[in-house]
């Protein structure tokens, strides 16, 4: 077992939300360390936003951003006031006890007293031909309408939407806003969203369901031009000419390798428990960005939570003495663990 003092603060992820905290907690002297993880076919280190070409609605930011040039300026800031980083997975957790224990997966585990879970959700693909391609070139693929539907190459547009739930509802609606016609393709006769967004959506004169048809290719070389369909009961094949497709068939938060040690919501994202806080059920142990939110689902408010789990971090390491925090009067008295490891 290693023998190092426990870091403060770890934060877990590379996206806003973890580099936002970061910014915060490096600034508040806790000297965090992030591990933002490795590449691998789901998720790379930056997030979800290294898989998008123009980000438009990041304030501060007037003739737009890409978001891997974004993630780049989030994490420099965060290292120019101290963040260390680890470029590893934290592979599994041990928060039972404190100060917790972490497991990166290749170095030695290391404790922590304070810890902030920022390792975002990874959007449902298709897994079709060209789908992954045509995302990352920004070639008219994408798994989020709100972020991407207002951009130039996507009005006025013939446009498909994937899906059959609530969010594919949401999705559809919105892009009526720029589409010349949205074609919502779903796999069965009948859609699984709630009674009041399909009769929303069915109604809608800019909508046009295609039922029974599940996609299975993307066509085009450097930008969608269509899509080949396959009808789900005759299995008939055709292609279907469209300007851009938008894949809404849910996000998967990462939370596997905390193996239920948090309260989970049951889709599977992080619990926390009050209005307008970041504490999860496990005091000390704070959770911001996607991860906990699947409702926004925005660099932003990704961001936003980023910073309020640094200040609560913040505020609880104050509690145990470790700190000093000018609000400490708001802050939640942490639970036995805590006085038990303090007493200690
Ligand atoms: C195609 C697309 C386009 C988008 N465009 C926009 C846009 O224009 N504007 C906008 O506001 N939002 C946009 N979004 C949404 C936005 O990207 C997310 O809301 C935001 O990135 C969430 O940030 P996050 O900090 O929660 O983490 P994420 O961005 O989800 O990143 C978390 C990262 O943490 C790392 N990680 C995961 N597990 C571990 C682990 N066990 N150990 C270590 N590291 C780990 C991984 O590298 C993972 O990628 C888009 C999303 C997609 C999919």
């Known amino acids: 077992m290693d023998t190092r003092p426990p870091e403060t603060l770890v934060i877990i992820g590379s996206g806003p939300s973890a580099w936002t905290a970061a910014i915060y907690a490096a600034r508040a002297n806790l000297r965090p360390v992030v591990y933002e993880g490795e590449p691998s076919r789901e998720m790379i280190p930056g997030g979800q936003l290294m898989y998008t070409t123009e980000v438009e609605n990041y304030p501060g930011f007037i003739d737009g951003v890409t978001g891997p040039e974004l993630m780049e300026k989030l994490r420099a800031q965060a290292i120019r006031f101290g963040t260390r980083v680890e470029q590893e997975n ?41 789908e992954e391609r045509l995302a990352q070139l920004g070639g008219g693929v994408s798994a989020c309408a709100v972020c991407d539907g207002a951009l130039p190459a996507f009005r006025d547009k013939v446009l498909a939407v994937v899906g059959g739930g609530d969010s594919a509802m949401e999705e559809a609606l919105y892009l009526t806003k720029f589409a010349k016609e949205v074609r919502l393709i779903h796999r069965r006769d009948e859609l699984r969203a709630s009674r009041i967004m399909a009769d929303r959506v069915l109604k809608h004169p800019k909508i046009k369901p295609v ?36 894949i809404a068939i849910g996000h998967t938060p990462n939370t596997a390798f905390l193996n239920g040690q948090l309260d989970l919501t049951r889709h599977g994202y992080i619990k926390t428990p009050k209005a307008w806080r970041t504490a999860t059920s496990v005091a ?25 789990a640094a200040l609560e971090a913040e505020r609880w390491l104050a509690h145990l003495g470790l700190g000093e925090s000018p609000v400490l009067e708001t802050a939640e008295a942490p639970v036995n663990l805590t006085q038990e490891w303090k007493a200690s």
């Open 90 to 130: 934290i592979a599994s957790v041990e928060l039972g006890q404190h100060p917790f224990r972490l497991r990166p997966s290749y170095s030695d585990e290391i404790e922590a007293l304070t810890v902030i879970v920022a390792t975002g959700a990874r959007a449902n693909w298709l897994g079709v031909p060209n």
């Open 211 to 246: 039922w029974n048809t599940r996609v299975v290719d993307v066509l085009g070389y450097d930008e969608i031009t269509g899509i080949r369909v396959e009808n789900t009961v005759t299995g008939e094949k055709s292609d279907m000419p469209v300007g851009g497709l938008f």
């Open 284 to 308: 000390g142990v704070f959770a911001a960005g996607d991860v906990m939110d699947d409702y926004y689902r925005q660099a932003i408010t990704a961001a936003g939570t980023g910073c309020m």
